[in-house]
């Protein structure tokens, strides 16, 4: 181990660079058909936390010139005592898709227990799918076609683009397996040639994975769980991890040990986390193009 520090990926000027490039493609789409298009953001429930995270996306539109919808469906309460909660959803999802100024739809995660997954995903148009849960999109990815890809794995795959770090060839580790994260940016990783281990809940000696990676990527939602100890000396540490710890926002990788040993890494927060908004919009722009061109996205 050296006293050398690892370089800091920064998620805020590439989100910026992103965003003005959505300002430009925006203006661009309005002075040729007219009207903005629009993001809507679907939220059953009252959620604190996501209310945070909702307004971030709304102010994001507004700066970018996208309208920004807010579409609040009320729980009264548990599935007893609101049936028809699933059916309301639906319903308003189906709106949105009927909408030519609708041109990205997003639903806020996690849905109450009374509303099924896989009945919403299934209803949002997947030309509107700008996050990428639908089973099309999804399939299109495992596929290597063009789809919608969930934005916060491709926030991740794009942090390596942006910092000009190369990854045919090279060995990744992805720890977390799930629909919107871990998965997606281990299908990405493959697309561009790296080999890929993709580790989870169960894996057995998560260490003796994590000491290959030459890229690792870490979605896990467990703070820490990842030392310095683990890692490769050199190795490319994406961050993905989300975690409240007391008052802190932590990531999934121990920060203090892992500087001194990584060659970079997405701090946490200011690393993926302002990207992934800025993905999402890039993702609302080329949604709303090929709906207004008539063509797939
Ligand atoms: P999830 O709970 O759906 O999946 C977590 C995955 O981690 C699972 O596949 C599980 O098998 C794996 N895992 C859990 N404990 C493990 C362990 N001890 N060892 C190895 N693997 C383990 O979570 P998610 O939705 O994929 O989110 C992952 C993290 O990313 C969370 O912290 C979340 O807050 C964060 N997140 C960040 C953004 C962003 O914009 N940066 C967006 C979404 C989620």
Do not use: W
């Amino acid at each position: 181990m050296t006293d050398a520090q690892a370089r800091l990926l920064l998620g805020a000027p590439v989100a910026a660079e992103i965003r003005a490039s959505v300002r430009d493609d925006i203006a661009a789409f309005v002075a040729r058909r007219g009207y903005a298009p629009t993001l809507a953001i679907v939220l059953v429930g009252r959620d604190a936390p996501s209310a945070v995270y909702l307004r971030q996306i709304l102010k994001a539109c507004e700066m970018a010139g996208i309208g920004g919808r807010l579409v609040e469906i009320e729980s009264g309460g548990t599935s007893r005592t609101d049936p028809d909660l699933e059916a309301r959803v639906t319903a308003a999802i189906e709106a949105l898709n009927d909408d030519p100024f609708v041109a990205g739809i997003i639903v806020q995660m996690p849905l109450p227990p009374s509303v099924r997954l896989r009945t919403i995903i299934d209803t949002i148009d997947p030309a509107k799918d700008i996050d990428g849960i639908h089973p099309l999109n999804a399939g299109l990815l495992r596929l290597g076609y063009e789809g919608f890809l969930p934005a916060t794995a491709h926030a991740a795959i794009e942090m390596l683009h942006r910092y000009d770090v190369p990854i045919a060839g090279r060995e990744a580790v992805v720890v977390g397996r799930s629909n919107v994260v871990g998965m997606p940016a281990a299908f990405m990783l493959v697309r561009e040639h790296a080999t890929v281990t993709v580790c989870h809940s169960k894996t057995v000696d998560l260490a003796a994975h994590v000491r290959r990676a030459e890229i690792l990527v870490v979605a896990a939602g467990r703070p820490g769980l990842i030392t310095g100890s683990m890692l490769r000396p050199g190795a490319v540490v994406v961050d993905v991890g989300i975690n409240v710890v007391g008052d802190a926002i932590v990531g999934d990788v121990d920060m203090d040990s892992a500087r001194s040993v990584a060659g970079a890494i997405t701090p946490v927060p200011g690393g993926v986390g302002p990207v992934t908004n800025a993905i999402l919009l890039t993702h609302l722009v080329r949604a709303a193009v090929a709906q207004a061109d008539g063509a797939p996205a």
